[in-house]
């Protein structure tokens, strides 16, 4: 099929901003992102649209566009694809605790030490340099159901079904449905040769203006409109 054929999107700014209302709200510069009530984003890029549902966190984290987020759900140093669904209360890329340290404490590297002790004490933690985390990545049209958890680190594939409750504790392939704890693969969405069509489609990277055309219950079909661009 042919590719969309666009010029490179201008480059996104970081966004830090605590939505402190009780209402939605769209942060300054960022005309396509909608906020919830009393929803948190701190060094985020948004792709633009998206939608962060209230109380909900977000840190150090790319989210692609048309991806959503539920309510008190939070994901940190992740990158999450286009067209993805996250339901409420969904934990990504949650901070992990040194287990091979003294103690499990974030005290150990000064984190929020400071009003606690002296500077020279201070000085002498915060000398501890706390544990660096691995991005977690998401693909493309991932649907991850309410409770979930997907730890630190963890590649999840494009179409992929995360059961509600689960717990992702190592990468999953595409479009796979996976539930339990730890998760495990239930089954695949399709057979094997559609999944290579679709994932060779990329229908993903395509604006929702342009495929608004397809007749979505209709795999094959939209595939044939797609390949035929």
């Keep these: 099929m042919t590719q ?3 010029a490179p999107p201008p480059k996104k700014e970081a966004l ?32 633009g649209p998206n939608v962060i549902e209230k109380m909900s966190c977000v840190s150090r984290s790319t989210i692609g566009s048309y991806s959503n ?5 939070y994901a940190a140093d992740s990158q999450v694809g286009r067209y993805c669904s996250i339901g409420a209360r969904v934990s990504i890329g949650g901070y992990e605790h040194p ?15 400071e009003e606690l002790v002296s500077p020279e004490a201070q000085a002498q933690l915060s000398g501890n340099q706390a544990p660096k985390q691995p991005l977690t990545h998401i693909g493309s049209d991932v649907w991850i159901g309410d409770n979930a958890v997907v730890k630190k680190g963890v590649s999840i594939g494009n179409g992929v079904i ?6 992702v504790t190592k990468d999953v392939p595409e479009f796979a449905i996976v539930i339990g ?10 057979p094997n040769d559609l999944r290579i069509a679709i994932s060779d489609s990329k229908w993903w990277d395509f604006d929702l203006e342009e495929i608004a055309h397809l007749p979505f219950p209709q795999v094959g079909v939209s595939l044939t409109r797609l390949r035929t661009r």
């Design 4 to 6: 969309a054929s666009h």
């Design 16 to 47: 830090t901003y605590f939505n402190e209302s009780l209402i939605s709200v769209v942060p300054p510069n960022c005309p396509d992102v909608k906020l919830g009530a009393l929803s948190e984003c701190r060094e985020v890029i948004f792709c």
């Design 69 to 73: 987020i539920g309510v008190a759900s």
């Design 99 to 113: 287990q091979d340290w003294l103690g499990l404490t974030s005290y150990q590297w000064g984190k929020n030490t």
């Design 162 to 167: 995360i059961g509600a409750g689960s717990v």
């Design 181 to 190: 704890v730890p998760a495990r693969i239930a089954r695949f969405r399709f």
